[in-house]
């Protein structure tokens, strides 16, 4: 199983992006899909994770200004990421794991990572 993410890039306060995982391997079925961050020298930080069923959960800094979807035909899950701030520049990691956990917002639960993709906010 591979994860690719893209879509990253720099912004501006206010401004919105989308990024995109593209999962190979294996189909999303009966999976949990995430998404974290990492910001420099902070920990690992869970952004937000959708199920099969259209169960979403997200992180407290991110409810209503993200939103996490999948596409089954594509095997892509995507991060719209609204009225994006400057502490919301990080490294963005998509992940995957089989079956669903309700310890999603671990990301030692999560087998499968891809490689990254930054996302910078300017003020």
């Known amino acids: 199983v591979q994860l690719q993410a893209f879509g990253g890039g720099l912004l501006q306060t206010g401004g919105f992006l989308r990024l995109s995982c593209v999962v190979s391997g294996r189909t999303l079925s009966g999976g949990t899909m995430a998404w974290f961050r990492q910001a420099p020298e902070k920990e690992r930080e869970f952004v937000a994770a959708r199920r099969e069923n259209g169960a979403t959960y997200y992180g407290d800094s991110v409810k209503g200004r993200f939103h996490i979807s999948s596409d089954s035909a594509k095997n892509t899950v995507s991060l719209q990421m609204n009225s994006l701030k400057p502490e919301d520049t990080a490294v963005y990691y998509c992940?995957?794991?089989?079956?669903?956990?309700?310890?999603?917002?671990?990301?030692?639960?999560?087998?499968?990572w891809g490689q990254g993709t930054l996302v910078t906010v300017s003020s």
């Open positions: 992940a995957a794991r089989w079956p669903h956990t309700v310890l999603y917002r671990n990301a030692n639960q999560y087998g499968y």
